[in-house]
């Protein structure tokens, strides 16, 4: 029946009439993560230590922006996952089957998950199958259950700390921003970052070449300035 319709529709002039009435939505523009400075990054992580009950917020927040990981990354990570002895993570809950990977830790990453562990043998909840974020509601914890979500205390501190909208999972870009700008090659993120789309590796490669860009800016010292004779010899005074 419908396609009865479109098919006499240019017959009756009616292909035009929906042309004129139907107004299409503009194509949004993809928004880029928020990247912190390196002191607004610092007084962030000050302000999420600096509360107890924002303690579980502050360690997740550690591991994201230290290894990439992502917020369903972390509330799945199961204490078989880790291995603070030879500090290495394993994902193997991901957004993609290419987000399944093993992560080296760093130094922070490495005693935020001590810390976790403390907090988990506390309450008789560090056995290999249990969650590094076990679920909690009541101050009764589930350790089979993984957490829903550290959302609330999320805002709270980002708002006491200045930065409100700055979302959890920016936290990820602010990593691979970071490692970037270090110069890092688009194989070595993807190996640890997992999946990064087309469009967002094209945007760290431009981060990439700006910070490559910058370096090398400083590097400036005015040599073409230096006035020369037709002969090629220096004509700085004082120099022959």
Known sequence: MFSGCFSSAPKHGLSYIVADDVKLFPKQPRVIAKV??????AHLFRVAGS?????????????AVSTTCRSVELKNLRWADVDIFSQTVRVR??????GHRTIPLNRDATLALAKLQERAEAFGSSSPEHCVFPACENRHVDPSTPQKSWRSAWRRLTKAAGFPGFR???LRHQAITEMSEAGASDATIMAVAGHVDRAMMEHY?????????DVLQKL???LMEIPMAEDGTDKTPGRS
């Open 36 to 41: 912190l400075t390196h002191d607004q990054k």
């Open 220 to 222: 400036e010292s005015g």
């Open 205 to 213: 490669s431009h981060v990439r070449m700006a910070a490559k860009r």
């Open 51 to 63: 509360r107890p009950d924002w303690m579980v917020a502050y360690c997740a927040a550690v591991l």
């Open 93 to 98: 809950r991901s957004k993609t089957e290419a």
């Open 168 to 170: 959890f999972h920016d």
